[in-house]
């Protein structure tokens, strides 16, 4: 079973890289985003927790977040793997996620970050929000809070798993192809 964690900062390309990995490794592709609307809509026991944080303008706390992420595991047990996107976000996720895949006789195999600078980010995502909808990439400086929160909580993913031997990074600039023969070319050098 290959496990790939992929992370970036927002517009980093996740997403669409996400759906070229899925298809070229057979991997079940878990969003957080996705898996948040699925039990929200759906008034899941988890949903409703989340709910009530959010509807405070709290964060979802970790343990919510995770029981989520690993109901949806559990619901695959025959995949070759899982693409991870947007899990883990801390520490705290990546030690549960760590803890949880042995269980299923798993681990992470690799994380890999989509790797750009700041200001092509905000440009790609103000271009991205004039046909997505999504308000938060229509404003630059709501953008660059979801960057900050990327740098306090995300970034110190880099050095957890480079401890562990599993980080790559990846050049995130270029064309869509570019972008997926360079991961392309990590994942099949693991």
Request: glycine share 8%; with cysteine.
């Given at each position: 079973?290959?496990?790939?964690v992929?992370?970036?900062?927002?517009?980093?390309g996740?997403g669409?890289?996400?759906?070229?990995?899925?298809?070229?490794?057979?991997l079940?592709?878990?969003s957080?985003?996705?898996?948040?609307?699925?039990?929200l809509?759906?008034d899941?026991e988890?949903?409703?927790?989340?709910?009530?944080?959010m509807?405070?303008?709290e964060?979802v706390?970790?343990?919510?977040t995770?029981?989520?992420?690993?109901?949806?595991?559990k619901?695959?047990?025959?995949t070759?793997?899982?693409l991870?996107?947007?899990?883990?976000?801390?520490?705290?996720?990546?030690e549960a996620?760590?803890?949880?895949l042995?269980t299923i006789?798993?681990?992470?195999t690799?994380?890999?970050a989509l790797?750009?600078?700041?200001?092509i980010?905000?440009?790609?995502?103000?271009e991205?929000?004039k046909t997505s909808g999504?308000?938060?990439?229509?404003d630059?400086?709501?953008?660059r809070?979801?960057?900050?929160?990327?740098n306090e909580?995300?970034a110190?993913?880099?050095?957890y798993?480079k401890e562990?031997g599993?980080?790559h990074a990846?050049d995130?600039i270029?064309t869509?192809?570019q972008i997926t023969?360079?991961l392309?070319?990590?994942i099949d050098?693991?």
């Open positions: 079973m290959i496990n790939i992929l992370f970036g900062k927002p517009g980093a996740k669409t890289q996400a759906e070229f990995l899925k298809e070229k490794y057979n079940t592709h878990l957080t985003g996705d898996i948040f609307r699925f039990n809509k759906n899941t988890l949903g409703k927790k989340a709910r009530v944080f509807d405070n303008g964060l706390p970790c343990e919510v995770t029981a989520m992420l690993i109901d949806e595991v619901k695959h047990p025959d070759a793997g899982f991870f996107d947007g899990y883990p976000r801390t520490i705290n996720q990546a996620l760590d803890k949880f042995p006789g798993s681990s992470v690799a994380t890999i790797e750009a600078d700041d200001e980010l905000v440009a790609r995502l103000l991205r929000g999504r308000s938060d990439d229509q630059e400086e709501k953008i809070v979801r960057y900050q929160e990327y909580k995300t110190p993913l880099i050095g798993y562990q599993k980080f990846v995130g270029g869509i192809e023969e360079r392309t070319s990590v050098n693991l």
